[in-house]
């Protein structure tokens, strides 16, 4: 089962070394990492997603992470209310059969249009993880050359 877990932590050096470590140790990969500044420069928050299937073991890691020092706080999103999105940056080639598909995706997605070169178009997504999918199938027939995807962030409701 997937788990995002949010932790307030000092934004410190190290900070996000010794956090990952802590999964690591248990061999947990970590699917998806964002971290930031909050409104406060001196707390950054970190939003982590893995894939654990035993509760267990995530209860100790989430006890664990409130025992180092530089950890504020610590949610566990899984069973709460929240939103969550990720950032997708993709380039497609410019093709002149696919520019109604294209003006489709941004009429029905939150799809935009960033930048427009003689041979390729960059588009920007900013969606919860279902709605990329379905966007990223349409964009995979049209041709992707180049993806990049920031980590997902979550915010509760």
Do not use: W
């Not at 041979?119 to 969606?127: D, K, T, V």
């Amino acid at each position: 089962m997937k788990h995002t877990i949010q932790a307030l932590v000092e934004n410190k050096f190290g900070v996000l070394a010794r956090i990952a470590s802590l999964f690591s140790a248990r061999g947990y990969n970590i699917e998806s990492l964002a971290v930031g500044e909050t409104q406060d420069p001196t707390i950054s928050c970190m939003t982590i997603v893995i894939d654990a299937p035993d509760e267990r073991i995530l209860e100790q890691i989430k006890k664990q992470l409130h025992k180092l020092i530089d950890v504020i706080t610590v949610v566990d999103f899984t069973r709460k209310e929240y939103l969550e999105r990720d950032l997708l940056l993709i380039k497609i080639s410019k093709k002149q059969e696919e520019l109604k598909n294209i003006e489709k995706l941004t009429k029905h997605y939150p799809v935009k249009v960033i930048e427009e070169k003689d041979r390729f178009f960059i588009l920007e997504i900013c969606a919860d993880r279902n709605q990329e999918e379905e966007i990223l199938k349409d964009l995979k027939r049209i041709g992707i050359k180049e993806l990049v995807r920031t980590g997902r962030i979550a915010i509760s409701k």
